[in-house]
């Protein structure tokens, strides 16, 4: 292998590992956000906020004597202009049913629970990304992974030296690989 050939090789690796770097750095940081909130799914919704209201009816009220004018007034207590239905689950209460959102009114205690969800900004559609819920996803999912592993693996060979691959790098490298290795190993002795 000439000087001239491992100058031109080392010049297209770089290119190449700036230039998908560059491209990917967006897709990268979207992907890195939706994997921390997904990872909190037990501690917070990362798609939806919901918001609850409780509001104040008359206690007279009885199922029999509900109309949709009643309903209709309920709703503006909510700041809902049309619901879509209405039900009696049980013989002391209504539900209402809004686009995204729900009112159960309790006829005895004369209160009613307003409950809405909406989306999450950016998070909902991030992670509809991450989950891969977006028919054909998967394909360019499957290109950003491939695109990963060549940034990757062009990053290995960036730097010579003492700071490349042959000097600090390969114990950069070990013990990156051993974050995973470890967290199966834990896994599997807690399961044993």
Same mark, same amino acid.
Not at 80 to 93: G, M, Q, T
Not at 131 to 155: C, H, M
């Given at each position: ?35 921390? *909130? ?89 992670? *509809? ?45 070990? *013990? ?17």
């Amino acid at each position: 292998m000439t000087k001239e050939w491992t100058r031109r090789l080392r010049r297209l690796n770089m290119a190449t590992h700036r230039d998908v770097g560059y491209f990917l750095s967006a897709l990268t940081i979207v992907y890195c956000l939706s994997g921390i *909130a997904l990872n909190h799914v037990d501690e917070w919704n990362p798609d939806f906020v919901i918001s609850k209201q409780t509001i104040r009816i008359p206690a007279t009220q009885l199922t029999q004597t509900i109309t949709p004018e009643l309903v209709n007034s309920w709703s503006r207590l909510a700041g809902e202009s049309r619901y879509k239905v209405f039900d009696l689950p049980s013989p002391s209460k209504v539900k209402i049913y809004y686009d995204n959102a729900s009112l159960l009114i309790d006829l005895q205690e004369g209160t009613g629970l307003y409950e809405k969800i909406q989306r999450r900004p950016f998070f909902y559609h991030a992670n *509809a990304l991450h989950r891969n819920s977006l028919k054909g996803w998967k394909w360019a999912a499957d290109v950003f992974g491939v695109l990963l592993i060549l940034v990757s693996f062009t990053g290995l060979f960036i730097l010579k030296g003492k700071n490349g691959l042959g000097g600090r790098g390969k114990w950069l490298v070990a *013990a990156g690989f051993m974050v995973p290795v470890a967290a199966i190993l834990i896994f599997e002795f807690a399961q044993s």
